[in-house]
């Protein structure tokens, strides 16, 4: 249950941290490890034990796995990688870096984490294909931002 917990808590992040209330001024130059008393601290915490533990559960389902090829195949694997992986970018390259723009993107990806709710909830397979048959359409959402 704490696998499902994690999951809903990053989405929810990812939501609250999307609201005008709690952006940053773009251009601003912050330090995602200097943060005072507020919401930008508690956001850190909560994301930072989440992406932890999406970092140890892919590890181990790595280290578990009988067949490693068959583990590189499944797709919700390379998903969980891509979304783990800008966390770490965002903590070891100064935030004034023209790369943290590629860094914001891929950081989208963690939204496809809902996709691992599915074997818990049947409504989001629906989703799932769904968005399966609509990819064309959402690209060029991403191609025209």
């Known amino acids: 249950f704490f696998d499902l917990g994690c999951i809903i808590t990053a989405i929810a992040l990812i939501c609250i941290k999307s609201l005008p209330q709690f952006r940053h001024v773009e251009g601003e130059t912050r330090d995602p490890t200097n943060l005072q008393d507020g919401p930008d601290k508690v956001f850190f915490v909560l994301e930072t034990v989440c992406m932890i533990w999406f970092t140890m559960d892919l590890f181990f389902r ?84």
């Open 62 to 145: 790595f280290c578990v796995c009988p067949n490693r090829k068959e583990f590189f195949k499944n797709a919700l694997n390379w998903v969980d990688f891509i979304s783990i992986i800008p966390f770490y970018l965002e903590l070891m390259v100064p935030s004034n870096v023209q790369v943290l723009l590629v860094i914001r993107i891929t950081r989208f990806t963690k939204i496809f984490r809902i996709f691992k709710l599915s074997k818990h909830f049947r409504g989001l397979i629906a989703l799932g294909l769904a968005l399966k048959h609509s990819v064309s359409e959402i690209l060029v959402l991403f191609v025209s931002c």
